[in-house]
């Protein structure tokens, strides 16, 4: 799916893992930043990340720390 965030014309993506549309969905743009949004809401909210930020996001869930 693509749509416009900030003027910006973005390709959003999800896991093929996703078999309904309960999921994240992810986009980069052209200054590598990272959105993130969730697909049963694609005109919502979303987190906007650097590409640094990026990486420390990541970083942070495979050590667990978003765990439940």
Known sequence: M??????R??????SSYCADNACVEVAVDDDGDRYLRNSEQ??????????GGWEAFVADLEAGWFAP
């Open 2 to 7: 693509t749509a416009s965030r900030n003027d």
């Open 9 to 14: 014309i973005l390709d959003w993506q999800r």
């Open 42 to 51: 694609p005109a919502g909210p979303y987190l906007r990340f650097s590409a």
